[in-house]
């Protein structure tokens, strides 16, 4: 079946530490993202691919870095600079017809 | 400043009521409106609109675009229990981005 996987499903941060949340679609889309969302909160854009070895800044994309080099893959980075990471996040792919369709998020803390 | 706002940010009804929740935007280069309705995780798609005034329905569920008023509601009719969730509205701008309103949550009391 294709669709999107986001691992790990749960992830814990030291203080100063970088860690790298990992999404892959077997979906052929183009466009990839990452949201974060805060209790109570809706989905906030943190970066967005159209297409392969390209990106673009969402809404909230300081403390964050992404990479796309290839089609299926978007891992997110949440560097030491993020200083507020503890928030699910959120990836999906868009094929331009369809809606987006979702991960199962990352849910992730400060230790 | 939001570019996509739903109202109310939540809710508490009776189960059997009907409830219409809003969404409004503005952004450049508009092509679709979506709807989603998030439980636990993943959002699930409820609806994608993109044409002025013609009604999408699933169900009790139902969504209607003003493209010249830039608004969109979602309605749900003879609610349940199960309707309970937060319900994500989000635009679609040009150059593939997507982005989403702080979503409304609805409480459905038995």
């Known amino acids: 079946d294709g669709g999107i996987t986001q691992s790990p499903k749960y992830l814990f941060r030291k203080e100063g530490q970088n860690v790298t949340l990992s999404c892959e679609q077997n979906?052929?889309?183009?466009?990839m993202y990452w949201y974060r969302q805060d209790p109570g909160q809706g989905l906030r854009l943190i970066y967005y691919?159209?297409?392969?070895?390209?990106?673009q800044k969402g809404d909230i994309a300081e403390g964050y870095s992404v990479s796309r080099e290839k089609k299926e893959s978007f891992p997110l980075t949440v560097t030491s600079a993020q200083k507020n990471p503890t928030a699910f996040y959120l990836c999906?792919?868009?094929?331009?017809?369809?809606?987006?369709?979702f991960g199962d998020g990352t849910r992730l803390s400060i230790l | 400043e939001d570019k996509v706002v739903q109202s109310p940010l939540s809710l508490v009804v009776h189960e059997g009521d009907t409830v219409t929740l809003n969404c409004s935007y503005e952004?450049?280069?508009?092509?679709?409106l979506l709807w989603y309705k998030q439980e636990k995780k993943a959002p699930t798609f409820l609806f994608m609109l993109?044409?002025?005034?013609i009604e999408k329905k699933s169900g009790r569920l139902s969504s209607i675009l003003d493209k010249k008023e830039l608004f969109s509601i979602l309605n749900i009719t003879a609610t349940q229990t199960g309707d309970s969730a937060v319900y994500l509205c989000?635009?679609?701008?040009?150059?593939?981005?997507?982005?989403f309103g702080k979503g409304t949550r609805l409480h459905i009391l038995p």
């Open positions: 999906a792919s868009w094929g331009g017809l369809q809606p987006q369709h």
């Open positions: 979906l052929n889309h183009d466009a």
């Open positions: 691919s159209q297409i392969v070895n390209d990106f």
């Open positions: 952004v450049t280069n508009f092509r679709s």
């Open positions: 993109t044409s002025s005034g």
């Open positions: 989000a635009v679609e701008e040009g150059d593939d981005k997507i982005i």
